[in-house]
């Protein structure tokens, strides 16, 4: 069945890079999605890729999927402290627009 | 453009009762999805609305429900309540068409006592 799965932590320093890993099982997804939960709050999309794409860069945020492997990445460069939250990837699957998600990566980011 | 707006945002309410939760998603945005949120079982999908009809619904029993009005805006009911429904309940509101963007609301957190 569909699945999604996720490292649960990371911690890096503020500066570094970050790079939240995941993957799927779905080979008919169409979309993948990273989103962002802060304490208490609710889910902010950061970024989206179609699965006919490789790449897509947005500020400091860069997603690389590897479809043969079912690989989904999101590399966070310059990491600052406001970046310190869940993110959750999720993918959609070809018919209709139900999300199944991940259990989610706390990135934690020191000074 | 106002996000989408979940209302309450906080509630408690008594193993038994029931509860009802709105959503008012983004102008335009035809779509609403409901979402439930707990430690244990993550983030689950309960059912997706498009112009008043339930399109897909996730494996929850029927005690959850829901429906959506002419204006997009749509509630979720779940009757007897158990302690185990106690979650962050999240909206999402989607672009139709070619549009692929989901966004969510802050959700509601529910509390059963």
């Known amino acids: 069945g569909e699945d999604v799965e996720q490292s649960l932590f990371l911690s890096v320093r503020e500066g570094d890079s970050s790079v939240i890993n995941c993957t799927y099982t779905?080979?008919?997804?169409?979309?993948l999605y990273w989103y962002k939960q802060e304490p208490g709050a609710g889910l902010q999309l950061l970024t989206y890729i179609f699965s006919n794409m490789d790449m897509k860069q947005d500020q400091r945020l860069t997603v690389l999927l590897n479809k043969k492997d079912k690989h989904l990445s999101l590399r966070i460069a310059d990491t600052q402290t406001g970046d310190s939250a869940i993110y959750f990837c999720?993918?959609?699957?070809?018919?209709?627009?139900?999300?199944?998600f991940g259990k989610g990566t706390t990135l934690s980011v020191s000074s | 453009k106002a996000g989408v707006t979940q209302t309450p945002r906080y509630l408690i309410k008594t193993r038994g009762q029931q509860v009802t939760l709105s959503c008012s998603p983004i102008?335009?945005?035809?779509?609403v999805s409901w979402y439930q949120q707990t430690p244990g079982q993550g983030l689950q999908f309960l059912f997706e609305?498009?112009?008043?009809?339930?399109?897909n619904k996730g494996n929850f029993p029927g005690r959850f429900s829901g429906r959506q009005f002419s204006n997009s805006r749509s509630e979720m009911n779940v009757s007897t309540l158990e302690l185990g429904d106690s979650a962050l309940y999240l909206c999402a509101s989607h672009e139709t068409g070619s549009g692929n963007t989901i966004y969510f609301g802050e959700g509601s957190w529910l509390t059963v006592v």
């Open positions: 609305y498009f112009s008043e009809t339930q399109r």
């Open positions: 999720a993918e959609r699957a070809q018919a209709g627009t139900a999300l199944i």
């Open positions: 102008s335009g945005h035809r779509s």
């Open positions: 779905d080979s008919s997804s169409t979309y």
